[in-house]
């Protein structure tokens, strides 16, 4: 069982920056692949990275690429999104996942455990 707590979002102007952050629990951190999806209101959850155990490979979504980074300190059970030159349409819930594959998948029920999310607001 892992228990995932996320932190960190909040309101930022347009071009702005936030790092969220998610803690997990237990002693098997680095043997989850984990992920960040996001879910505006009236849309549906999307993928926006993901990385592997080891934190060598790691999907972006097109829409955050070159604007978000993925990072995980196994040593601390934790895994960051940098993100960057923030746009209004990135206002979400941000939820950090964990999954038991090797290689993080971008579909959701891929993933095994949740956090409870974390809001960004991003104002024009």
């Known amino acids: 069982q892992v228990q995932l707590v996320e932190s960190g979002g909040g309101l930022v102007q347009t071009g702005g920056s936030l790092r969220l952050s998610c803690a997990a629990s237990g002693r098997t951190f680095s043997s989850y692949a984990m992920g960040w999806f996001r879910q505006a209101p009236g849309e549906e959850r999307e993928f926006v990275a993901g990385?592997?155990?080891?934190?060598?490979?790691?999907p972006y979504a097109d829409s955050v690429k070159g604007r978000f980074t993925i990072s995980r300190d196994n040593a601390n059970n934790t895994v960051y999104l940098h993100m960057n030159s923030l746009k209004p349409e990135d206002t979400a819930v941000y939820y950090c996942?964990?999954?038991?594959?090797?290689?993080?998948?971008?579909?959701?029920?891929?993933?095994?455990?949740w956090g409870q999310g974390t809001q960004v607001t991003v104002s024009s």
């Open positions: 990385i592997s155990r080891s934190g060598g490979r790691i």
């Open positions: 996942a964990a999954s038991r594959r090797v290689w993080p998948p971008s579909v959701g029920n891929e993933y095994d455990f």
